[in-house]
């Protein structure tokens, strides 16, 4: 019955060894995975804020021209003041 006992000692310590490395890969894995993930949200967000500014800048460029007609504003049919006329009269 030792010999049982040696071998059952013997399988759980190599048991107990296989379950340890197998979460330290997966503790490996993740926390890569993980770091990946953050670096792409943190691209994401550069990104995000390089649009932003963009957008910023061509409000810009609009706000700048607004003393000259825009091109979609001759499209607009124009209104002729004619109340103000007939109040003067």
Same mark, same amino acid.
């Given at each position: 019955?030792?010999?049982?006992?040696?071998?059952n000692k013997?399988?759980?310590?190599?048991?107990?060894?296989?379950?340890?490395? !197998?979460?330290?890969? =997966?503790?490996?894995?993740?926390?890569?995975? +993980?770091? @990946?993930?953050?670096? /792409?949200?943190? #691209?994401?967000?550069?990104r995000i804020?390089?649009l932003e500014?963009?957008?910023?800048? !061509?409000?810009?460029? =609009?706000?700048?021209?607004?003393?000259?007609? +825009?091109? @979609?504003?001759?499209? /607009?049919?124009? #209104?002729?003041?004619?109340?103000?006329?007939?109040?003067?009269?």
């Amino acid at each position: 019955m030792d010999g049982q006992d040696g071998d059952n000692k013997q399988s759980t310590a190599d048991m107990t060894v296989f379950v340890q490395n !197998l979460l330290q890969q =997966m503790q490996t894995r993740f926390q890569t995975m +993980s770091e @990946s993930i953050i670096s /792409k949200i943190d #691209e994401m967000g550069n990104r995000i804020d390089e649009l932003e500014q963009s957008i910023n800048d !061509l409000r810009g460029e =609009m706000g700048q021209d607004a003393a000259a007609p +825009s091109p @979609s504003a001759s499209l /607009k049919p124009k #209104e002729e003041p004619t109340k103000p006329a007939d109040d003067s009269a």
